[in-house]
């Protein structure tokens, strides 16, 4: 069996043409809409963290900016057939407006999708825990690079340590008071060579606050902060206290995880880059599953992308995301060319192509999970009905 990406004539991946349908298909006007999205509320920060790009002014998206609710309304029709939304701030911190994002949290569960947000945490005041609780917030990652005051400060100024901890702690307390078991509490640590010592009593720290998770993340570098990164100069160490933080975390019940998962491996390289990459591609449903929904009303790809689709107060999503900028993206992912900003990304890994790669990729990546949703809808629509037959069959028995 062909695969997905073969070489031309011209030495470049190109699609074979047994496969030209298909990608058409995932390319043109009929692509589905997009399982996840995410919503940057405000571009706007309260802290200035050492490793955030935004701190050294080279981000994605417009600066100290905040949606306004009539480019939200326009996502509202989306919202029925998203499984997931990351309500976020994206480079920004999306609790310094808590009335607009409770108001936004409330009118997406109403449509039925989970909701997830990343937040540093310093915000979360007694009342604003009790509403997340309230409002069935599905999940909540808090960044937390240090297990000591010291090392938070020196981190993310001018946040306060103390006050990451008691917002958790009175998610947790509200979550017992409430009788709920949402949101999931989460862990991010970006791995630092001036905070990875303190990894592993991290993980003891997430088991004392009642949080699910750790993620040990790799981080990314720009000028002024080279040679930090233990994911690119201090895999070794890296490795060792993460598996010294993964036994702790089996053992106090924490799952301890890494993103990406193979970033102390040591041919991956400073920022998984290849010299040659005849035979090689990138296997992302990005351009598929999800997108960034900028607070200016930008669409974009993913949160990588330096790029927009177009802007929701000119278009619809719809208009956008089958729009002929997302459809020559695509093609152009699908066709081997992968796009500057796709071959620079840390979070996807270049791979070896091949058949069971393409089928993957096409069906374990695209069409499955569409597929699975679609039926657990119908289960979900038909569950009443069953359990009214049911109760019938139960009284005629009797």
Same mark, same amino acid.
């Given at each position: 069996?062909?695969?997905?990406?073969?070489?031309?004539?011209?030495?470049?991946?190109?699609l074979p043409l047994d496969?030209?349908?298909?990608?058409? @298909? @995932?390319?043109?006007?009929?692509?589905?809409?997009?399982?996840?999205?995410?919503?940057?509320?405000?571009?706007?920060?309260?802290?200035?963290?050492?490793?955030? #790009?935004?701190?050294?002014?080279?981000?994605?998206?417009?600066?100290?900016?905040?949606?306004?609710?009539?480019?939200?309304?326009?996502?509202?029709?989306?919202?029925?057939?998203?499984?997931?939304?990351?309500?976020?701030?994206?480079?920004?911190?999306?609790?310094?407006?808590?009335?607009?994002?409770?108001? $936004?949290?409330?009118?997406?569960?109403?449509?039925?999708?989970?909701?997830?947000? &990343?937040?540093n945490g310093t915000l979360?005041?007694?009342?604003?825990?009790?509403?997340?609780?309230?409002?069935?917030?599905?999940?909540?990652?808090?960044?937390?690079?240090?297990?000591?005051?010291?090392?938070?400060?020196?981190?993310?100024?001018?946040?306060?340590?103390?006050?990451?901890?008691?917002?958790?702690?009175? &998610?947790?307390?509200?979550?017992?008071?409430?009788?709920?078991?949402?949101?999931?509490?989460? @862990?991010?640590?970006?791995? $630092?060579?001036?905070?990875?010592?303190?990894?592993?009593?991290?993980?003891?720290?997430?088991?004392?606050?009642?949080?699910?998770?750790?993620?040990?993340q790799a981080m990314g570098?720009?000028?002024?902060?080279?040679?930090?990164?233990?994911?690119?100069?201090?895999?070794? @160490?890296?490795?060792?206290?993460?598996?010294?933080?993964?036994?702790?975390?089996?053992?106090?019940?924490?799952?301890? &995880?890494?993103? #990406?998962?193979?970033?102390?491996?040591?041919?991956?390289?400073?920022?998984?880059?290849?010299?040659?990459?005849?035979?090689?591609?990138?296997?992302?449903?990005?351009?598929?599953?999800?997108?960034? &929904?900028?607070?200016?009303?930008?669409?974009? #790809?993913?949160?990588?992308?330096?790029?927009? $689709?177009?802007?929701?107060?000119?278009?619809?999503?719809?208009?956008?995301?089958?729009?002929?900028?997302?459809?020559?993206?695509?093609?152009?992912?699908?066709?081997?060319?992968?796009?500057?900003?796709?071959?620079?990304?840390?979070?996807?890994?270049?791979?070896?192509?091949?058949?069971?790669?393409?089928?993957?990729?096409?069906?374990?990546?695209?069409?499955?999970?569409?597929?699975?949703?679609?039926?657990?809808?119908?289960?979900?629509?038909?569950?009443?009905?069953?359990?009214?037959?049911?109760?019938?069959?139960?009284?005629?028995?009797?």
């Amino acid at each position: 069996m062909k695969t997905l990406l073969e070489k031309g004539a011209n030495g470049r991946a190109s699609l074979p043409l047994d496969k030209r349908v298909a990608a058409g @298909l @995932l390319a043109g006007r009929r692509v589905p809409l997009p399982r996840h999205l995410i919503i940057e509320i405000t571009s706007s920060c309260n802290l200035r963290c050492r490793m955030c #790009p935004k701190t050294n002014h080279s981000v994605n998206t417009a600066e100290n900016n905040v949606m306004s609710w009539d480019v939200f309304e326009r996502l509202i029709p989306l919202l029925p057939h998203i499984e997931s939304l990351d309500l976020t701030g994206v480079w920004g911190e999306a609790f310094l407006y808590p009335k607009l994002y409770l108001e $936004m949290l409330k009118t997406i569960k109403a449509q039925g999708a989970d909701v997830y947000t &990343i937040s540093n945490g310093t915000l979360i005041d007694d009342d604003l825990a009790r509403q997340l609780v309230g409002h069935d917030l599905n999940k909540l990652i808090v960044s937390l690079d240090a297990a000591t005051p010291e090392t938070y400060a020196g981190i993310r100024p001018p946040g306060r340590f103390a006050d990451v901890l008691n917002g958790i702690k009175s &998610i947790g307390s509200w979550k017992r008071k409430l009788g709920r078991a949402h949101p999931r509490l989460e @862990l991010a640590f970006v791995g $630092m060579k001036s905070n990875i010592e303190e990894f592993p009593r991290v993980v003891e720290l997430a088991h004392e606050l009642g949080v699910a998770q750790v993620c040990l993340q790799a981080m990314g570098e720009y000028p002024g902060l080279e040679n930090q990164s233990v994911a690119a100069h201090f895999k070794a @160490l890296g490795r060792r206290l993460f598996e010294d933080g993964q036994r702790r975390g089996r053992d106090l019940g924490v799952r301890v &995880i890494l993103q #990406p998962p193979d970033q102390f491996e040591e041919d991956r390289g400073e920022r998984n880059l290849i010299e040659d990459r005849r035979g090689y591609g990138k296997q992302c449903h990005d351009l598929w599953d999800k997108a960034l &929904i900028a607070a200016t009303g930008n669409v974009l #790809p993913c949160c990588a992308s330096p790029v927009s $689709m177009g802007n929701l107060r000119d278009s619809s999503f719809d208009g956008i995301w089958r729009g002929p900028a997302f459809t020559r993206l695509r093609r152009q992912f699908l066709s081997g060319e992968i796009p500057e900003m796709c071959k620079h990304c840390t979070g996807t890994a270049w791979v070896e192509m091949s058949a069971r790669r393409d089928l993957r990729f096409f069906f374990g990546g695209l069409l499955a999970p569409r597929l699975k949703r679609r039926v657990k809808r119908k289960l979900k629509q038909y569950a009443p009905l069953r359990w009214a037959k049911r109760q019938l069959d139960r009284a005629r028995r009797k």
